[in-house]
C-alpha cells in the first residue's frame, strides 16, 4: 500500500484525510516522525504555510507529504484571524470567546465568514502541487453542536446549522478541507507509484 504522510498533529484533521484517501493510502502523521518537531508557519499566506510543512517533511522523510494551513477569515474583522486562525488564543475555546467577543453588537449579516484551506503535496524533491478549497458561512452569536473542532460550533452555513452540527460525512461533503482534497485526488493518483 502506498503511503502518505500528511504534516500534521491535528487528529479532526487526520481522520478528515483518511475518510477520503485511507482506503487507498496509507496515511501516517507528524506524530508518526516526533524527530521532526515543530514547523514554524511563518508565511502570510495559507500556500505558503502549507508548502513550508509539506517541502521539509518530504525532504526529512524522503516520502511524498501532503500539508494544509487553514483558517477562518472574518469580513468585519478585515479577514482576521486569517493565518493566524489556530493562534488566535491558547484553546478553542478562547479562540471562540475573542472571536464572539470581537464581533459583540454586528449585525448577523454583517458577519460573514469562511474557512480556507490551502493544501500543498510536496515530492521528495521538492516539486509541489497546490489546491484550495473555501466554505461559505457567517459567525453565529452562540457555539451549537458537539461534532468538529475549531470554530465549527460558531461557523452558521447557508441551511443554518452549525458545522459541529453535521456528522462528519456531512461535514466532510461540503467543508473548505473537504473540497481541497477532493481537488488534490487527481493529483495524488498522479504522482504517487501505485
Not at 50 to 61: G, H, I, N, S, W
Request: glycine residues 10%.
Amino acid at each position: 500500500m502506498n503511503e502518505l504522510v500528511f504534516a500534521t498533529t491535528n487528529r479532526g484533521k487526520l481522520v478528515e484525510l483518511e475518510g477520503l484517501v485511507g482506503a487507498r493510502l496509507s496515511v501516517r502523521s507528524l506524530k508518526d516522525f516526533p524527530s521532526l518537531g515543530e514547523i514554524a508557519e511563518t508565511a502570510d499566506t495559507f500556500e505558503g504555510n502549507a508548502a513550508l510543512k509539506a517541502v521539509a517533511v518530504a525532504a526529512a522523510t524522503g516520502r511524498w507529504a501532503l500539508a494544509d494551513d487553514s483558517g477562518l477569515e472574518v469580513d468585519a474583522l478585515g479577514g482576521r484571524p486569517g493565518v493566524w486562525s489556530a493562534r488566535y488564543a491558547p484553546t478553542d475555546a478562547e479562540r471562540i470567546a475573542k472571536l464572539l467577543s470581537e464581533l459583540e453588537g454586528v449585525p448577523a449579516e454583517a458577519r460573514s465568514a469562511r474557512f480556507v484551506c490551502a493544501l500543498c503535496l510536496a515530492s521528495p524533491a521538492g516539486a509541489t502541487v497546490f489546491r484550495r478549497g473555501t466554505c461559505e458561512g457567517r459567525i453565529g452569536v452562540t457555539p451549537r453542536g458537539e461534532h468538529g473542532f475549531g470554530y465549527d460550533p460558531i461557523f452558521v452555513l447557508p441551511s443554518g446549522h452549525t458545522l459541529a452540527e453535521l456528522t462528519h460525512e456531512q461535514k466532510s461533503g461540503l467543508s473548505h478541507r473537504g473540497q481541497a482534497f477532493r481537488a488534490m485526488q487527481p493529483a495524488l493518483e498522479r504522482l504517487l507509484p501505485r
